[in-house]
């Protein structure tokens, strides 16, 4: 039996009998690729969280893909020397976007306590406002 499993993987067969596929099927197995090695990187440093609406986890998926888009851009405008295909470098590019996007907010939000003088503001608060360059502690 397994002599002949072997036999049928070598088989060379006329290609004229076998049917044509379309174009779509070809150009969508010559690309494929593409999806698959962005789901490879994405999982590392991923938003998505455990859901069972769709619309939630394709927009979770949808700001990967930009985050991704963001450091591959990032690493393009950079003449620098920099090993980039470390997964520290993608890491350290999503902390920086992070800053940059929450930095007007979190100003806002800064100049609000400091209107109404509060006294007691979550350590945690801080420790972003500190991160993001709003004030220096």
Known sequence: MSFSFFLSILYVGNEENVPKKPDVIKFYNKNKDGVENLDKMIVNYTFARK?????????MYLIDFAAHNSVIMKKYSNNQAINTSSI???????????????????????????????????????DCIEKTGVIKR
Request: charged share 40%.
């Open 88 to 126: 520290y470098y993608r890491r350290k590019c999503l902390e920086e976007l992070a800053i940059d996007l929450m930095k007007p907010y979190v100003e806002e939000r800064y100049s609000k306590i400091e209107e109404n003088k509060f006294r007691y503001v979550d350590k945690r608060f801080l």
């Open 51 to 59: 859901t069972k609406v769709w619309p939630v986890k394709f927009f």
